[in-house]
């Protein structure tokens, strides 16, 4: 999928530009009755996440239970940023659990971005830091100078 804003070429399945971070959500419809489910529907998206989660804990599916916790947390953040926190200290607690290096990376990056919301610098700037370091230990291509432009702009604060 192509960012509108940025022009870069994102996974299909992706709801944010990896590159500048925009959303990419457009009006889906729901591949079994058609109906529309327009962008920004939160509550849909919380409601869907946390019976992910349920079915994750049930089955002990633990690397799922972590991407989901990590995805409300983003959605959370949109709507309710003080719940948000919550769910992404539960996909890092899960992730250094089960030792799912780069759901733990993106965990402390989405962490980072909330710090940053909520205007602290100094905490963005290591969660974020825990995310870099990752992130270039297993290799990763994007992710790196993704969060290194981040972590620029924060110390330009």
Request: aromatic content about 8%; hydrophobic content about 35%.
């Amino acid at each position: 999928m192509i960012c509108p804003k940025c022009q870069f070429m994102n996974r299909e399945e992706a709801f944010y530009c990896r590159n500048c971070g925009s959303s990419l959500e457009s009006d889906i419809s729901c591949p079994d009755c058609q109906a529309s489910n327009p962008p920004g529907n939160h509550e849909k998206a919380r409601m869907i996440l946390k019976r992910y989660i349920e079915l994750a804990e049930r089955y002990e599916i633990w690397c799922y239970k972590s991407w989901a916790n990590r995805i409300l947390g983003e959605v959370t953040l949109k709507t309710d940023p003080a719940k948000a926190a919550e769910c992404f200290e539960k996909s890092i607690g899960i992730s250094k659990e089960i030792k799912a290096e780069n759901e733990l990376a993106l965990s402390y990056a989405d962490y980072g971005r909330y710090h940053q919301q909520k205007g602290d610098i100094v905490q963005a700037e290591t969660y974020l830091t825990k995310a870099l370091e990752i992130f270039e230990h297993l290799g990763t291509l994007i992710e790196p100078e993704k969060i290194r432009k981040e972590l620029a702009e924060l110390a330009e604060t």
